[in-house]
């Protein structure tokens, strides 16, 4: 079955960086999109960023736009989120999640399956 591991969360400083990473395995990896969301402590999940099957087409928030990239490995089947000049508004539990089709959406409605979350804490 379907099955997506995040890792790479901790604790940092504002402005610095973390990559985080989603494994994906169970399925046909380079077939569908995968997203980003995160969801803050009293708030509701949002969308961060997701990119498509073949790694050609991205789509951001405007909120993280400029300061986060992603990208993706078909070969080794791993998605990454490099997050720069990171705010405490960023702090949140981020999840990934594999798309219902090729290209990219940031809605989670697109978005079936989940990973466990990995937490990120921006905080001086």
């Known amino acids: 079955q379907v099955q997506l591991v995040e890792s790479g969360g901790g604790l940092v400083q504002p402005g610095g960086s973390l990559r985080l990473s989603c494994a994906a395995s169970?399925?046909?990896?380079?077939?569908?999109?995968i997203g980003w969301f995160r969801q803050a402590p009293g708030k509701e999940r949002e969308g961060v960023s997701c990119i498509s099957g073949s790694g050609a087409n991205t789509d951001y928030s405007d909120s993280v736009k400029g300061r986060f990239t992603i990208s993706r490995d078909n070969a080794k089947k791993v998605v990454y989120l490099q997050m720069n000049f990171l705010k405490p508004e960023d702090t949140a539990v981020y999840y990934c999640?594999?798309?219902?089709?090729?290209?990219?959406?940031?809605?989670?409605?697109?978005?079936?399956?989940w990973g466990q979350g990995t937490q990120v804490t921006v905080s001086s």
């Open positions: 999640a594999s798309g219902m089709r090729r290209y990219c959406v940031l809605q989670q409605t697109n978005f079936p399956s």
């Open positions: 169970g399925f046909t990896f380079d077939s569908y999109a």
